[in-house]
């Protein structure tokens, strides 16, 4: 399935034909039920396109600007393969490591609910909070997060660990940090 949103100008048929046709590549790369959300956004300096891949929880997304629309939706196109070759590298050399296809069956289970809350201005006087999430803690190891931190494009994750502790991972100069919540 999917689903294309334009914001800020009115997406011509061609362009969504496009787009179409080139999520119909990546599709053979994906499992049978995977979704696409894509969104396009007119910009001061050009477009930019942002495509979220949903396969059960799980989630890929892919992003890119440019001054015309099309070589947004290459870029994103583009940047979308990468991060799922990257995947299936990583799958390849996690069995290949481990013997065990624990990961990719874990990679089924992650999930992340977004909902958008109003709530009383006066309440939260002191802060500008603009958007509230709500995520859903699915456990897994260490090493499942940061894969599903990168395939994100976020600089941080927040998951339950094995050992049943909330836990933060985040991206540093050389590696990862993970916080543990008490």
């Known amino acids: 399935m999917i689903n294309i949103t334009a914001r800020g100008f009115e997406l011509k048929q061609g362009a969504r034909d496009g787009i179409e046709k080139e999520l119909k590549r990546i599709e053979r790369m994906l499992p049978e039920n995977a979704g696409f959300d894509v969104t396009l956004k007119k910009e001061k300096d050009g477009y930019k396109?942002?495509?979220?891949?949903?396969h059960f929880g799980s989630?890929?997304?892919g992003e890119g600007k440019a001054d015309k629309i099309e070589p947004a939706i290459d870029e994103t196109v583009d940047d979308l393969k990468r991060k799922l070759r990257k995947l299936k590298t990583y799958f390849v050399d996690k069995k290949?490591?481990?013997?065990?296809?624990?990961?990719?069956?874990?990679?089924?289970?992650l999930s992340e609910e977004v909902s958008m809350d109003n709530f009383d201005e006066a309440y939260y006087s002191s802060v500008d909070i603009r958007?509230?999430?709500?995520?859903?803690?699915?456990?897994?190891?260490?090493?499942?997060?940061?894969?599903?931190?990168?395939?994100?494009?976020?600089?941080?994750?927040?998951?339950?660990?094995?050992?049943?502790?909330?836990?933060?991972?985040?991206?540093?100069?050389?590696?990862?940090g993970v916080l543990i919540c008490e």
């Not at 396109?49 to 949903?54: A, E, G, H, P, Y």
Request: glycine content about 8%; proline content about 0%.
């Open 59 to 61: 989630y890929i997304r």
């Open 49 to 54: 396109c942002d495509i979220t891949v949903k």
């Open 131 to 176: 958007r509230t999430k709500t995520v859903n803690l699915n456990m897994m190891t260490d090493d499942e997060a940061a894969v599903q931190m990168e395939m994100l494009g976020h600089s941080f994750f927040v998951y339950l660990g094995i050992d049943g502790e909330t836990k933060i991972i985040y991206k540093r100069k050389k590696g990862y």
């Open 96 to 109: 290949r490591k481990s013997g065990v296809d624990e990961l990719a069956e874990a990679m089924d289970d």
